[in-house]
Structures are given as structure tokens and as C-alpha cells.
């Protein structure tokens, strides 16, 4: 049974978990505590070099890190991440836009206020920031009006790529009000079987 070494409240720990859940697939929980530095410790290290969380460790000694790669591991061979080279494409153009358009500028207003305290003294830094979080919402908005779910018409792992940081970025000051589109696809994302909320949130 593989181990999933993480962070509770973690976006890109629970896309791996909530992934693991909606196909059955039985794991082990490993929380790290990333604030006070245990991923620096060299026992840590040893297994992660670059020092972050998610790491997905299995019986055999392999280990996996980076999100998206564990999606796409995990998922291959199943609906969320179809044989077909073009759906395929799709999913992974939005995996890279999560990870260069998306993360940097919602999930890090995120861990700078509610982790970090940085609120107010870090408030033309978050601001600046938000300006393109926004940006990145608005080209989520825009698929969403063409299609239910991100890649087409089907739930997938980018999906879950996405909704990972999406549903909770009012932590860090986003208002998703003037997004509709948005919030209809997180209830639809949150109606999938087997979904689990990320631990911290309502």
C-alpha cells in the first residue's frame, strides 16, 4: 500500500488523495508538518530531494513526486485519463496551465494569508498577484461556458488539478462572485462519486 506523505489543507496533497479516493485505491496518510521545516530534515530529504510535499511513496521503494505526475500515474488506464492522445492533450494542457497560470498566483496568496499572516504587510505584493489569479479565473470561466467540465464533457484529472486550489481561494481574498460559471462547475466537481473534501475546509 503506497504512503502519501502531505500537508492537511494542502491543495496539491489533496489533489493526489482525492484521486486515490474516487478510485478505490487504499493508501496511507503521512502528515508533514511543512510549516515547522520537516520537509528539510534529512530523513526527508533522502526520499525527496527537492524538499516539498506530496511525495507518493510505495512498498518497493519507488517514489513519485510533483502532483500532476501522480495524477497522471495513478489515472492512467481509466476515464479521468483516457487512451485517446487528443482527450489526453486536453488534460495536460490544463495540468500545465494549473501549474504556470493558475498555482503561482492563487494558491500563493493562499499560503502567504492564511499561513504566513502576510495580509496586510504583503498587500501591493498580493494585489499585484491577483491580478493574475484573475486572469487565470477568467480563462477558466470562458472553457466552462463552452463545456461542463474543463478538458470537454467528461470529469477528469484536470478537473481535480484545478478545483484543488479554485475551491478554497477566498482564503486568500478571491471572491469567485462574478465567476458563475465557476462555482456551477465546483458543485459539479463536488457531486462526482467518491469525492471527500479537503480536510481544513467547510
Not at 20 to 26: I, K, R, T, V
Not at 162 to 187: F, K, M, S, V
Request: charged share 20%; hydrophobic share 40%; net charge neutral.
Amino acid at each position: 500500500m503506497p504512503t502519501l506523505y502531505g500537508m492537511s489543507g494542502s491543495g496539491n496533497c489533496y489533489k493526489p488523495a482525492l484521486l486515490m479516493q474516487q478510485l478505490g485505491l487504499p493508501f496511507r496518510w503521512q502528515e508533514v508538518d511543512v510549516v515547522g521545516g520537516a520537509t528539510r530534515e534529512a530523513a526527508f530529504l533522502a526520499l525527496n530531494p527537492n524538499g516539498k510535499v506530496p511525495l507518493l511513496a510505495f512498498d518497493d521503494g519507488r517514489t513519485l513526486a510533483e502532483s500532476n505526475a501522480m495524477l497522471c500515474y495513478l489515472a492512467d488506464d481509466t476515464p479521468l485519463f483516457p487512451a485517446d492522445r487528443w482527450q489526453r492533450a486536453q488534460i495536460l494542457q490544463w495540468l500545465f496551465f494549473e501549474q504556470y497560470s493558475h498555482e503561482p498566483y492563487i494558491a500563493t496568496v493562499r499560503y502567504w494569508v492564511r499561513y504566513l499572516g502576510k495580509g496586510e504587510a504583503w498587500a501591493d505584493k498580493i494585489r499585484d498577484a491577483m491580478v493574475r489569479g484573475h486572469a487565470a479565473f477568467a480563462v477558466m470561466e470562458s472553457q466552462l461556458r463552452k463545456t461542463p467540465f474543463l478538458a470537454g464533457t467528461a470529469y477528469s484529472i484536470a478537473d481535480i488539478a484545478l478545483y484543488a486550489y479554485t475551491h478554497c481561494a477566498g482564503d486568500g481574498g478571491y471572491r469567485l462572485d462574478d465567476y458563475p460559471q465557476i462555482e456551477a462547475w465546483l458543485r459539479r466537481v463536488e457531486r462526482q462519486p467518491g469525492f471527500v473534501a479537503m480536510p481544513g475546509t467547510p
